[in-house]
Protein backbone atom coordinates (compact mmCIF):
# COMPACT_ATOMS: atom_id res chain seq x y z
CA UNK A 1 0.00 0.00 0.00
CA UNK A 2 0.88 3.18 -1.05
CA UNK A 3 1.75 5.82 1.71
CA UNK A 4 -0.42 8.80 -0.05
CA UNK A 5 -3.57 7.50 -2.09
CA UNK A 6 -5.17 9.52 -4.64
CA UNK A 7 -7.42 8.86 -7.11
CA UNK A 8 -5.50 9.93 -10.75
CA UNK A 9 -9.21 10.23 -12.51
CA UNK A 10 -9.76 11.90 -15.00
CA UNK A 11 -12.50 14.16 -13.65
CA UNK A 12 -14.41 16.59 -15.60
CA UNK A 13 -16.82 19.20 -14.72
CA UNK A 14 -18.73 21.92 -16.10
CA UNK A 15 -18.11 25.52 -15.09
CA UNK A 16 -19.08 27.06 -12.06
CA UNK A 17 -19.32 23.14 -10.45
CA UNK A 18 -18.16 22.57 -6.95
CA UNK A 19 -15.07 20.08 -7.06
CA UNK A 20 -14.16 17.72 -4.62
CA UNK A 21 -10.23 16.25 -4.53
CA UNK A 22 -9.24 14.18 -1.56
CA UNK A 23 -6.12 11.85 -0.47
CA UNK A 24 -5.48 8.80 2.21
CA UNK A 25 -2.66 8.04 3.98
CA UNK A 26 -1.48 5.26 6.15
CA UNK A 27 1.14 7.21 8.09
CA UNK A 28 0.19 9.03 11.76
CA UNK A 29 3.25 10.65 11.43
CA UNK A 30 2.53 13.10 9.04
CA UNK A 31 1.64 16.94 10.51
CA UNK A 32 1.74 19.30 7.50
CA UNK A 33 -0.58 19.11 4.29
CA UNK A 34 -0.16 20.51 1.07
CA UNK A 35 -2.01 20.83 -2.07
CA UNK A 36 -0.40 21.61 -5.34
CA UNK A 37 -1.81 22.62 -8.52
CA UNK A 38 0.21 21.71 -11.73
CA UNK A 39 -0.66 22.48 -15.10
CA UNK A 40 0.98 20.67 -18.44
CA UNK A 41 4.50 20.99 -18.69
CA UNK A 42 5.21 22.87 -15.93
CA UNK A 43 6.22 22.55 -12.29
CA UNK A 44 3.83 22.55 -9.01
CA UNK A 45 2.26 25.33 -7.47
CA UNK A 46 1.75 25.65 -3.48
CA UNK A 47 -1.91 26.45 -3.23
CA UNK A 48 -2.81 25.41 0.15
CA UNK A 49 -1.13 24.44 3.23
CA UNK A 50 -2.00 23.38 6.48
CA UNK A 51 -0.75 21.79 9.70
CA UNK A 52 -2.70 19.39 11.49
CA UNK A 53 -6.33 19.02 11.50
CA UNK A 54 -8.79 21.71 10.48
CA UNK A 55 -10.34 23.58 7.45
CA UNK A 56 -8.17 26.69 5.57
CA UNK A 57 -9.82 28.86 3.20
CA UNK A 58 -8.53 31.21 0.30
CA UNK A 59 -10.57 32.29 -2.49
CA UNK A 60 -12.37 29.59 -3.95
CA UNK A 61 -10.09 26.97 -2.68
CA UNK A 62 -11.10 25.14 0.96
CA UNK A 63 -8.49 22.68 2.63
CA UNK A 64 -9.85 20.06 4.80
CA UNK A 65 -7.52 17.80 7.10
CA UNK A 66 -8.83 14.97 9.42
CA UNK A 67 -6.41 12.93 10.99
CA UNK A 68 -8.50 11.00 12.43
CA UNK A 69 -9.39 9.73 9.44
CA UNK A 70 -6.30 9.97 7.71
CA UNK A 71 -8.26 11.62 5.15
CA UNK A 72 -7.78 15.62 3.33
CA UNK A 73 -9.99 17.58 1.04
CA UNK A 74 -9.46 20.38 -1.71
CA UNK A 75 -12.89 21.90 -2.34
CA UNK A 76 -12.74 24.35 -5.57
CA UNK A 77 -16.08 26.38 -5.74
CA UNK A 78 -17.28 28.27 -8.94
CA UNK A 79 -14.49 26.19 -10.75
CA UNK A 80 -13.33 27.90 -14.05
CA UNK A 81 -11.49 26.72 -17.33
CA UNK A 82 -8.53 27.70 -15.96
CA UNK A 83 -8.55 25.19 -12.90
CA UNK A 84 -7.89 22.58 -15.30
CA UNK A 85 -4.74 20.92 -14.58
CA UNK A 86 -3.39 17.98 -12.26
CA UNK A 87 -3.67 18.53 -8.44
CA UNK A 88 -1.78 16.77 -5.93
CA UNK A 89 -1.93 16.15 -2.62
CA UNK A 90 1.64 16.43 -0.81
CA UNK A 91 2.39 15.28 3.13
CA UNK A 92 5.32 15.78 5.38
CA UNK A 93 6.08 14.60 9.17
CA UNK A 94 7.88 15.57 12.10
CA UNK A 95 9.75 12.57 12.70
CA UNK A 96 11.88 9.95 11.21
CA UNK A 97 12.01 9.57 7.84
CA UNK A 98 8.71 12.01 6.80
CA UNK A 99 10.85 14.29 8.37
CA UNK A 100 12.28 16.87 5.75
CA UNK A 101 10.18 15.12 2.38
CA UNK A 102 7.17 14.95 1.08
CA UNK A 103 5.02 12.17 -0.35
CA UNK A 104 2.70 13.11 -3.22
CA UNK A 105 -0.44 11.56 -3.94
CA UNK A 106 -0.94 10.09 -7.51
CA UNK A 107 -2.40 13.49 -8.83
CA UNK A 108 -6.10 13.90 -9.88
CA UNK A 109 -6.34 14.89 -13.65
CA UNK A 110 -9.11 17.76 -13.57
CA UNK A 111 -10.88 19.20 -16.77
CA UNK A 112 -13.37 22.06 -16.01
CA UNK A 113 -15.32 22.66 -19.17
CA UNK A 114 -17.20 25.66 -20.37
CA UNK B 1 5.21 34.24 -3.02
CA UNK B 2 8.45 32.78 -2.99
CA UNK B 3 10.01 32.07 -6.09
CA UNK B 4 12.14 29.08 -7.42
CA UNK B 5 13.94 29.26 -10.61
CA UNK B 6 14.92 26.95 -12.98
CA UNK B 7 16.88 26.92 -16.30
CA UNK B 8 17.10 25.72 -18.70
CA UNK B 9 13.45 24.70 -19.65
CA UNK B 10 14.53 22.76 -22.42
CA UNK B 11 16.97 20.57 -23.27
CA UNK B 12 17.65 18.75 -26.78
CA UNK B 13 21.20 16.58 -27.16
CA UNK B 14 22.61 13.66 -28.06
CA UNK B 15 23.39 10.13 -26.39
CA UNK B 16 26.50 10.64 -24.36
CA UNK B 17 26.50 14.60 -23.37
CA UNK B 18 26.46 15.68 -19.69
CA UNK B 19 23.27 18.43 -19.00
CA UNK B 20 23.87 20.62 -16.46
CA UNK B 21 20.41 21.88 -14.73
CA UNK B 22 20.42 25.03 -12.62
CA UNK B 23 17.56 25.72 -9.65
CA UNK B 24 17.89 29.14 -8.20
CA UNK B 25 15.03 30.23 -5.18
CA UNK B 26 15.42 34.12 -5.93
CA UNK B 27 13.45 35.97 -2.88
CA UNK B 28 15.01 33.45 -0.07
CA UNK B 29 17.36 31.38 1.31
CA UNK B 30 17.06 27.89 0.59
CA UNK B 31 19.46 25.26 2.78
CA UNK B 32 18.07 22.15 1.23
CA UNK B 33 16.69 20.99 -2.18
CA UNK B 34 15.35 18.72 -3.72
CA UNK B 35 15.38 16.91 -7.11
CA UNK B 36 12.35 15.44 -8.79
CA UNK B 37 11.85 13.59 -12.15
CA UNK B 38 8.65 12.92 -13.10
CA UNK B 39 7.34 10.59 -16.02
CA UNK B 40 4.16 11.10 -18.31
CA UNK B 41 0.95 11.12 -15.98
CA UNK B 42 3.29 10.09 -13.43
CA UNK B 43 3.84 11.99 -9.65
CA UNK B 44 6.78 13.16 -8.83
CA UNK B 45 9.69 10.87 -7.58
CA UNK B 46 12.55 12.05 -5.19
CA UNK B 47 15.87 11.63 -6.90
CA UNK B 48 18.10 13.34 -3.97
CA UNK B 49 18.18 16.01 -1.37
CA UNK B 50 20.62 18.73 -1.86
CA UNK B 51 22.23 20.19 1.35
CA UNK B 52 24.14 23.19 1.18
CA UNK B 53 27.81 22.81 1.75
CA UNK B 54 27.54 19.40 2.36
CA UNK B 55 26.99 16.08 0.40
CA UNK B 56 23.67 15.02 -1.20
CA UNK B 57 21.20 12.52 0.10
CA UNK B 58 20.34 10.23 -2.75
CA UNK B 59 17.23 7.91 -2.79
CA UNK B 60 17.70 4.14 -3.35
CA UNK B 61 18.29 3.41 -6.80
CA UNK B 62 19.24 6.62 -8.13
CA UNK B 63 23.04 6.87 -8.96
CA UNK B 64 24.63 9.32 -7.30
CA UNK B 65 27.94 9.10 -10.39
CA UNK B 66 25.40 9.42 -12.75
CA UNK B 67 23.14 12.40 -11.28
CA UNK B 68 25.79 14.48 -9.53
CA UNK B 69 24.20 17.68 -7.35
CA UNK B 70 25.77 20.24 -6.21
CA UNK B 71 24.66 23.04 -3.97
CA UNK B 72 27.66 25.62 -3.50
CA UNK B 73 25.58 28.49 -2.10
CA UNK B 74 21.94 29.12 -0.12
CA UNK B 75 20.16 30.13 -3.22
CA UNK B 76 21.82 27.46 -5.59
CA UNK B 77 21.93 23.74 -6.46
CA UNK B 78 22.61 22.05 -9.76
CA UNK B 79 22.09 18.33 -11.61
CA UNK B 80 24.35 17.37 -13.54
CA UNK B 81 23.40 14.45 -15.67
CA UNK B 82 26.40 12.87 -16.70
CA UNK B 83 26.55 10.51 -20.40
CA UNK B 84 23.35 11.18 -20.55
CA UNK B 85 21.32 8.32 -22.52
CA UNK B 86 17.38 8.10 -23.52
CA UNK B 87 16.46 6.79 -20.90
CA UNK B 88 17.88 9.41 -19.28
CA UNK B 89 14.92 11.73 -20.82
CA UNK B 90 12.12 12.60 -18.56
CA UNK B 91 10.97 15.75 -16.83
CA UNK B 92 13.05 17.05 -14.16
CA UNK B 93 12.11 19.44 -11.02
CA UNK B 94 13.73 21.05 -8.35
CA UNK B 95 12.09 22.32 -5.20
CA UNK B 96 13.31 24.32 -2.19
CA UNK B 97 12.04 25.26 1.40
CA UNK B 98 12.78 28.44 3.59
CA UNK B 99 15.17 28.15 6.16
CA UNK B 100 13.47 28.96 9.38
CA UNK B 101 12.35 27.59 12.59
CA UNK B 102 8.76 26.32 11.63
CA UNK B 103 7.94 23.70 8.90
CA UNK B 104 7.74 25.74 5.35
CA UNK B 105 6.33 24.41 2.39
CA UNK B 106 8.33 23.89 -0.59
CA UNK B 107 8.25 25.28 -3.79
CA UNK B 108 8.95 23.98 -7.01
CA UNK B 109 10.72 25.42 -9.93
CA UNK B 110 8.94 25.31 -13.61
CA UNK B 111 11.12 22.01 -14.46
CA UNK B 112 13.38 21.01 -17.31
CA UNK B 113 12.57 18.45 -20.12
CA UNK B 114 15.33 16.50 -21.24
CA UNK B 115 15.22 14.86 -24.21
CA UNK B 116 18.39 12.93 -24.69
CA UNK B 117 18.25 11.41 -28.48
Known amino acids: QKEVEQDPGPLSVPEGAIVSLNCTYS??????FMWYRQYSRKGPELLMY????GNKEDGRFTAQVDKSSKYISLFIRDSQPSDSATYLCAMEGNRGSTLGRLYFGRGTQLTVWP | GAVVSQHPSRVICKSGTSVKIECRSLDFQATTMFWYRQFPKKSLMLMAT?????????EQGVEKDKFLINHASLTLSTLTVTSAHPEDSSFYICSAGRQGGNNQPQHFGDGTRLSIL
Open chain 1, 27 to 32: NSAFQY
Open chain 1, 50 to 53: TYSS
Open chain 2, 50 to 58: SNEGSKATY
